[in-house]
């Protein structure tokens, strides 16, 4: 795994300071990501606090940065991994394979011959043709049924893609599993990912006590319940609510001496506050009506939807501005504002319909809460680089990691 540079936040500096040495060193070509560790240890602090029952399984893929995983391992979370680099990552931070579940329902071959080799038990599915594959090369790992429950809240839903029927294919699948003399041990399901409605684990949560009732019919005793990942993770979106109805639902359908251990793959919670965006402005274009007045100020920033912003994140507020020139007075006048990132593509659009002042070239925008995903799916298209990640610390968490 690649060394990383921790940066140390003595007592008394915040990752304020941070953000504003980086603006105090002028503009620059590449954006930045000032990634706060402690937010990271602070989120863990918050689960741990709300949700005592469920053992987090940190899913890799919304944020790989090693100063994350290292952060996570210290801290004692399990893994969600969904490939073999994922698995090779974990691995290599010194993980028993204990910690790892391998939560991809539609796994490759060498996959799964290499989770086997690593010593990895849990392994999720969601079809027949999957547990054939099983059977031939890891048959006597502990399998996981994914069932498919949606919230309609959700800002992608992964049900279209994963997940069986609970109640139409989930009991046909368990009895084939049986017949293949393979060893289901629980259910999982996955509401979706950025969903903002903490209601639906509850159904989902009762959806599985009802396959775990039907499993005991046919000789399986389930040990497993793993809520999946939907959780919100800005700095603003607290998860009360979803710790509200996912205790009493538990508390309803596996009670505690149930004997039922109970995970979650967080991804977005334990990582999108914890990142912190500064770009530039590198480029402006002033729209004008036909009369001449100014109908839209558009601005070419140095990061876009192919490299930190995504889809999965739709920007609906204005960033912070910092201006890059003390001498420009700032006027308190509102221009519609479109948002574009660097490429040559049109798509590349990060927000538009913003009401915002007029920046000028060189001018900072500070976009929080840009941990998860973004950089995950960044790409180098068009040449522009992805942004630097600079990680912050503070000496009294870094002495209480070490
Ligand atoms: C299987 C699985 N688990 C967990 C997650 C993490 O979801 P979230 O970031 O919404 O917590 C995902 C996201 O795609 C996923 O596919």
């Excluded at 402006?284 to 839209?296: L, T």
Aim: glycine share 8%; net charge negative.
């Amino acid at each position: 795994m690649r060394k990383v540079r921790y940066n140390l936040l003595e007592d008394g500096s915040s990752v304020k300071d941070a953000i504003n040495s980086v603006v105090e060193r002028g503009p620059r070509d590449d954006p930045v990501h000032i990634l706060d560790l402690d937010d990271v240890v602070a989120k863990h602090r918050v689960w741990r606090e709300m949700l005592p029952r469920v053992e987090t399984f940190y899913a890799v893929k919304c944020n790989d940065h090693p100063a994350v995983l290292r952060t996570l391992f210290a801290l004692g979370t399990g893994f969600d991994c969904a490939s073999r680099r994922e698995i090779e990552k974990i691995i290599d931070l010194g993980a028993d394979p204990s910690r790892i579940i391998f939560a991809h329902t539609t796994k490759s071959i060498s996959s799964i011959t290499f989770a086997k080799q690593c010593g990895i038990e849990l392994l999720t599915f969601d079809g027949e043709i999957e547990l054939d594959k099983i059977k031939q090369f890891h048959p006597g790992a502990s399998l996981v049924l994914r069932i498919r429950y949606d919230s309609d809240k959700a800002l992608i839903s992964l049900g279209k893609k994963f997940g069986c029927h609970p109640k139409q294919e989930g009991p046909q699948l368990l009895e084939y599993a049986k017949e293949l003399g393979l060893n289901v041990i629980g259910i999982s399901f996955h509401v979706g990912t950025g969903s903002s409605d903490h209601e639906c684990f509850y159904g989902a949560i009762e959806s599985a006590r009802e396959l775990f009732e039907f499993a005991k019919t046919i000789g399986f005793n389930f040990s497993l319940l793993d809520i999946g990942g939907g959780f919100p993770g800005d700095h603003d979106k607290p998860i009360n609510l979803y710790a509200e109805t996912i205790n009493s639902s538990l508390q309803r359908f596996f009670p505690v001496g149930s004997n039922v251990r109970i995970i979650a793959e967080p991804g977005r919670y334990y990582v999108a506050s914890a990142v912190t965006l500064i770009a530039n402005v590198h480029s402006k274009r002033i729209v004008r009506n036909p009369q001449g007045a100014v109908s839209e100020m558009m601005y070419y920033l140095n990061d876009g939807m192919y490299g930190s912003f995504d889809g999965w994140n739709p920007r609906t507020h204005p960033p912070l501005v910092i201006s890059a020139s003390r001498d420009i007075a700032r006027s308190p006048e509102r221009f519609p504002t479109v948002l574009w990132g660097p490429t040559c593509d049109s798509v590349d659009l990060i927000s538009s319909g913003l009401l915002m002042e007029e920046l000028q070239i060189g001018d900072f925008l500070v976009f929080d809460d840009m941990g998860a995903y973004g950089m995950a799916v960044a790409t180098n298209f068009n040449g522009f680089a992805k942004p630097r990640v600079l990680v912050y610390i503070s000496r009294r968490t870094w002495e209480q990691l070490k």
